[in-house]
């Protein structure tokens, strides 16, 4: 029997019980090869990180707080709980977690063993540390409100420098609708008619 509970680790705000047996933190640099005409390998470009990747191990026994199916519910109910439907992102307090940088992580894979011959089982976690994209924004350039050129930008394309386009960019029935009743009104002027 157990007796030593060892809270090393906090998921989700909940302290994980169990003996913890060991804890894995591995990160992977991604380095493609540059190869030439013939398939050979001229150089290494790095282009990154991938995300980082934690395993633990837990010897889980019962114990005079905790028998081992309540730890392993504790451990199922943070990685799926009744109705989720994807990963939520957790926060993680650990040592090993904080000298790596990593505060928050996703619940990747739960996987548990019961040694028949042993009166214990053992739990084994797979966590997922983020990996965070910057995203740059452009500005986005407006040429015009209603999506026309000026006249002197149609001289330039009626004198052969092609620029600029007159062509617009709107082709919504709604805008058609416009354009044929501003050209009705100015038949009309020009007839005589109102």
Partial sequence: MLVVQEHLIKLGGVKLSGQMKSIDISETATIENIEDDKGKTKANQPTGYEAAKITIEFILEDSPGKTQEEQIKAMQRLFKPPGQKKA???K???KDCAYRGISKVYFQKLSTKNTI???KRTATLELLAPAIAGIRVKK???LSTKGTIS???KRDVIDGNNKFTS???NKSPAKKDRAVSGAKTKARMI???R
């Fill in 140 to 142: 986005k350039e407006i």
């Fill in 167 to 169: 062509k617009k960019k």
């Fill in 151 to 153: 006249r002197d930008k």
């Fill in 92 to 94: 993680v307090s650990n």
């Fill in 117 to 119: 011959a042993q009166s």
């Fill in 191 to 193: 007839t005589g008619r």
């Fill in 88 to 90: 939520k992102l957790l």
